[in-house]
Nanobody, 116 residues
Framework: QVQLVESGGGLVQAGGSLRLSCAAS????????VGWYRQAPGKQRELVAT???????IYVDSVKGRFTISRDNAKNTVYLQMDSLKPEDTAVYYC??????????WGRGTQVTVSS
């Protein structure tokens, strides 16, 4: 059973920074694609950023230039560095580990709250 544990969330003022971590128990971690998603109250879960097994990155337009996704395969961990945070970034942030198109796993999420 694959386990994903997110950490690093919290309360921060607008303009501040947080770094989220997603630690995975999968031994095949380096072969996976990993995404960070977020879900705000009353809204659908949305993709924030992804990093593929070869290091390619994709960001949603609203976070480009502010968020950076990275991975450390030696630690089975993916990070999301979030800078210049805005109140609209407030959400529960989840990581998703994907291997191919049919196998994927979700973490339980970590709360990020940005005050104005």
């Amino acid at each position: 059973q694959v386990q994903l544990v997110e950490s690093g969330g919290g309360l921060v003022q607008a303009g501040g920074s947080l770094r989220l971590s997603c630690a995975a128990s999968a031994i095949w971690f380096r072969l996976s694609d990993v995404g960070w998603y977020r879900q705000a109250p009353g809204k659908q879960r949305e993709l924030v950023a992804t990093i593929t097994r070869d290091g390619s990155r994709i960001y949603v337009d609203s976070v480009k230039g502010r968020f950076t996704i990275s991975r450390d395969n030696a630690k089975n961990t993916v990070y999301l560095q979030m800078d210049s945070l805005k109140p609209e970034d407030t959400a529960v942030y989840y990581c998703k580990l994907s291997l191919g198109v049919t196998s994927y796993y979700w973490g339980r999420g970590t709360q990020v709250t940005v005050s104005s």
